[in-house]
């Protein structure tokens, strides 16, 4: 079992910065592919950034390519999404979510075994 946490959510202006962290409770991430999902109220969770198991790959959504960045820390055991020049369309509760997978990065949610309880963004115009 992996419980996931998220932390650094929370309010900005348009144009500004946020990175928001996942955590897995006792473990690192190693083996594991990490996605970062966002849902907006009445939308479905879509898919926002991810990285494979190997640390090796990232992939993003075309809606924050560019903005946001993807990565872990060297202990492999925070996963980060650095997101920057947000702007209101961004405003969504993000989730991690991980699956053991070393090479690929899942698009879609069901494809991931875990998930945290989430992390509200606001972002004001």
């Known amino acids: 079992q992996v419980q996931l946490a998220e932390s650094g959510g929370g309010l900005v202006q348009a144009g500004g910065s946020l990175r928001v962290s996942c955590v897995a409770s006792g473990r690192t991430f190693n083996t594991y592919a990490v996605g970062w999902f966002r849902q907006a109220p009445g939308k479905e969770r879509e898919f926002v950034a991810g990285?494979?198991?190997?640390?090796?790959?990232?992939d993003y959504a075309d809606s924050v390519k560019g903005r946001f960045t993807i990565s872990i820390n060297n202990a492999g055991k925070l996963v980060y999404l650095q997101m920057n020049s947000l702007k209101p369309e961004d405003t969504a509760v993000y989730y991690c979510?991980?699956?053991?997978?070393?090479?690929?990065?899942?698009?879609?949610?069901?494809?991931?075994?875990?998930w945290g309880q989430g992390t509200q963004v606001t972002v004001s115009s």
């Open positions: 979510a991980a699956q053991r997978a070393l090479y690929t990065i899942g698009r879609t949610a069901n494809e991931y075994n875990y």
């Open positions: 990285i494979s198991g190997s640390y090796k790959s990232t």
